[in-house]
Every structure is written in structure tokens, then in C-alpha cells.
């Protein structure tokens, strides 16, 4: 398969399955899940500023669409990354809240523990395989620092934003107080609430977990050089 092939494929394939999540969240006619899909997909703002030289310092493949209206310096964001962004924090949050009293009824709050390592061993292993397979993005850091193709202190970061984004819907959801399944009627205060509560969580977690991997970057200087001018 060539090289633009494989971009392409890709680009449907999540495509695809952000749009299947929305349609299921619409047919569980649950306003808090779609907001955890969408706030996810938003979370691509983040991700834009990490990318930069003193954090990531990461590019992404020439052949992926661009989203329209962003492009800085001659810098373009992928279209895909919003609804994939959507899934990895989105889709996998709404999924373990779901799960979770299954969890806590066979190991307790230890499930907290291995909601955290999940989240930090699973994100490097399917990004060794965008980043080391597909070559869909490149992390431009030195190899010391570095599990295969992408930076070890990722296992912290995404295990922070796994364990953090589950437990703020979980939490948000309590708050919430809305009905099980409600609906989603965009004339009705419940669905607003249920979608905001549903993102802010997620929002939340990026913060926190982006102002703790900013003093990993302040510490050392793990670049090489990148091309990007910013």
C-alpha cells in the first residue's frame, strides 16, 4: 500500500469511527457522553501548542488534509486529529465509566491504578504504531529519550490524562443529576448541561496534565532539530 494510500485509509477509518461514537451516543440519548466526544474532538487546541519545538517538538506527515483555517508560519493541523482526539480521550472515558462498577467490584479503588496504567501503556503502544508504522506524526527527541518512536515521558502524560478525564466525567455525572439517558433535545437546559459537563472534564484534565509535563520540559532538553519554526 503507498504512502498516500495508507494517510488516506486512515483518515477514514477514524473519521468513520468518530462518527459511528456520535451516532452511538445519540442513540443512548445521552447529552453527557456527547459532550465527552466533543469536548475530546476540541482537544485538538492543546495538541496544537504541544506540538511546538520547546514541548513535543513534533511534525505530522505532508499527505495528511489540513483543517481549513489553520496554518501558521507555513505550519498546517491534520483535519484528522480532532475526531481522533475525539476517540482517544472521548470514546475511551465514556467506555470505562460505563465499566467501572465492574471494575471496582473486583479490585476497589486499586481500579484507579490500572485506569492510570492502561492509559499510559496503551497511548504509547498504538502511538509506536502511528508514529513508528504509519508515520503519521514524528516526535523530533533524542533517542535516550524515547520508547521505540515516542517519548517516554508520554507514559506519564497519558496516563494522567486517562485517570483524569475518567474521573472527572465520573464525577461530573454525579453532578449532572440528570435522568439516565435524558435525550438529546437541543430546545431542552438538560442537554446543554449534559453537554457541557460532559467536555469540561476533559478540558479540565488537559490543563492539569499540561501544566505537570511543562516542568518535565523545563527540567531537560530533549530536542533535535525539527524544521518547525516554532
Known amino acids: 500500500m503507498s504512502s498516500l494510500m495508507t494517510i488516506r485509509t486512515f483518515e477514514l477509518i477514524v473519521a468513520t469511527a468518530f462518527f459511528a461514537a456520535i451516532l452511538w451516543a445519540c442513540k443512548l440519548r445521552n447529552p453527557l457522553y456527547l459532550g465527552a466526544?466533543?469536548?475530546?474532538?476540541?482537544?485538538?487546541?492543546?495538541?496544537?501548542?504541544?506540538?511546538?519545538?520547546s514541548f513535543f517538538n513534533a511534525t505530522f506527515h505532508a499527505d495528511l488534509i489540513p483543517l481549513p483555517g489553520i496554518e501558521v508560519m507555513g505550519?498546517?493541523?491534520?483535519?484528522?486529529?480532532?475526531?481522533?482526539?475525539?476517540l482517544a480521550y472521548g470514546l475511551t472515558t465514556i467506555l470505562l465509566v460505563r465499566v467501572w462498577p465492574s471494575i471496582?467490584?473486583?479490585?476497589?479503588?486499586?481500579?484507579?491504578v490500572l485506569v492510570w496504567?492502561?492509559?499510559?501503556?496503551?497511548?504509547?503502544?498504538?502511538?509506536?504504531?502511528?508514529?513508528?508504522?504509519?508515520?503519521?506524526y514524528t516526535y523530533h527527541q533524542k533517542p535516550e529519550y524515547l520508547i521505540g518512536t515516542v517519548p517516554w515521558s508520554n507514559l506519564l502524560l497519558s496516563g494522567n490524562l486517562q485517570l483524569l478525564c475518567f474521573a472527572g466525567l465520573r464525577a461530573f455525572q454525579k453532578w449532572a443529576a440528570l435522568a439516565p439517558n435524558p435525550g438529546i433535545?437541543?430546545?431542552?437546559?438538560?442537554?446543554?448541561?449534559?453537554?457541557?459537563?460532559?467536555?469540561?472534564?476533559?478540558?479540565?484534565?488537559?490543563?492539569i496534565t499540561y501544566a505537570i509535563q511543562l516542568f518535565w520540559y523545563g527540567a531537560v532538553e530533549p530536542w533535535t532539530e525539527s524544521g518547525r519554526p516554532f
Open 117 to 136: 496504567l492502561a492509559g499510559g501503556i496503551a497511548m504509547t503502544a498504538v502511538e509506536n504504531l502511528l508514529v513508528g508504522v504509519l508515520h503519521i
Open 37 to 53: 466526544l466533543i469536548g475530546g474532538a476540541f482537544c485538538f487546541v492543546f495538541d496544537w501548542a504541544w506540538c511546538a519545538r
Open 75 to 86: 505550519l498546517a493541523y491534520p483535519l484528522v486529529l480532532p475526531p481522533a482526539w475525539g
Open 185 to 207: 433535545d437541543l430546545r431542552s437546559e438538560n442537554t446543554w448541561k449534559g453537554l457541557a459537563m460532559g467536555a469540561m472534564p476533559l478540558w479540565g484534565a488537559f490543563v
Open 104 to 112: 471496582e467490584r473486583r479490585v476497589g479503588k486499586a481500579g484507579y
